[in-house]
């Protein structure tokens, strides 16, 4: 599927939406929903490649989309630098008002991860994150 940009501001439509009308903890509801229900694929590369196939993934998302990581790979552990992250960078050179990223925008990242990870058997953590598209996530082997 090719990359398309107008998604990142979709997406943050959505999730201002679910915000604004049900709250924070109702949007975080959704975001797990997601993460249990559409990554199924995804959830069986981590489970049979370990942490090479987090990295690979994640290298090929975001160089499609235009982005900007550098991975680290240790013996049992994975960290992912996210130095330009596509969403942000479209949604912030866009003159839509409505993509304009919702404060918490990076959580989905931290809650599907999380929950991807689980499913895989590892464990994840979001270490750092600016809000404004640079951020650093862990993933570990148990």
Known sequence: MAAIKEWFGGFNVIFNWIEKQ?????????????????????????????????RDYFEDIFKKDGG????????????????????FMFMNTSDNPCFVPIKNYCRHDEIINARLAQ??????????????????????KD
């Open 22 to 54: 049900f709250g924070p903890a109702a949007l975080e509801a959704y975001w797990r929903h997601i993460a249990a229900t559409c990554y199924t694929e995804v959830i069986a590369k981590f489970k049979s490649e370990g942490l090479d196939g987090v």
């Open 119 to 140: 499913q895989s058997g590892l464990n994840f953590r979001m270490t750092a994150c600016t809000h404004h598209g640079q951020c650093t996530w862990e993933f570990a």
């Open 68 to 87: 900007l990581i550098e991975t680290t790979r240790q013996p049992g552990c994975l960290t992912i630098k996210v130095i330009k992250c596509p969403a």
